[in-house]
């Protein structure tokens, strides 16, 4: 019969390794609140960390005749913690990036949608505005807005000089523009 909690970490490992249960049980009670500590401090959620150290505990035991040399069984279980925390920290880094995109991707959704029902609304209001427009003047705007013509197409079209047609246009322009500004603000 062997006193455990005297025995050096290379004969725990040796016991171990030909399956004593107790010799493990030792290696957890001897490392499990020090692990802990380095796996809490790092993640700051308890339970993760616990979860973090059950974890290298069961991978201890079932890799328990894989062990090889290990000069000091608390390195070595410091490092796996270390390594188990930066999976973990990784991941909700990840995690976080992903949730960021989707955050950022939804809102461009949303402002897209919003933008489009804004645009939707402004033309209908010029829409209006052009109807309200004075005949001729109304006119030369759509033709010169809506069929794309050239002034001096406008101008042979309707019979008038350009110079008519150049002060339709800007009192057309000028009309819509204060009515718009009104709209927009």
Known sequence: MYNYDILNDKDLIALMQADNEKAFTEVYNRYWDKLFAIAANKIRDLNEAEEIVQDIFVSLWKRRRELGVIDTLSSYL???????????????????????????????????????????????????????????????????????????RIAAEMGISEKTVEAHLGKAIKTLRGRLSQFLL
Request: hydrophobic content about 35%; aromatic content about 10%; proline content about 1%.
């Open 78 to 152: 410091a490092i796996s913690v270390k390594y188990r925390v930066i999976k973990i920290l990784d991941k909700r880094n990840n995690q976080q990036k992903y949730a960021d995109y989707s955050l950022q991707a939804l809102t461009l959704a949303d402002d897209s949608t919003q933008e489009w029902l804004e645009f939707e609304e402004l033309k209908s209001r010029l829409a209006l505005f052009v109807a309200d427009l004075p005949q001729k003047c109304r006119l030369v705007y759509q033709l010169s807005r809506d069929s794309g013509f050239s002034q001096k």
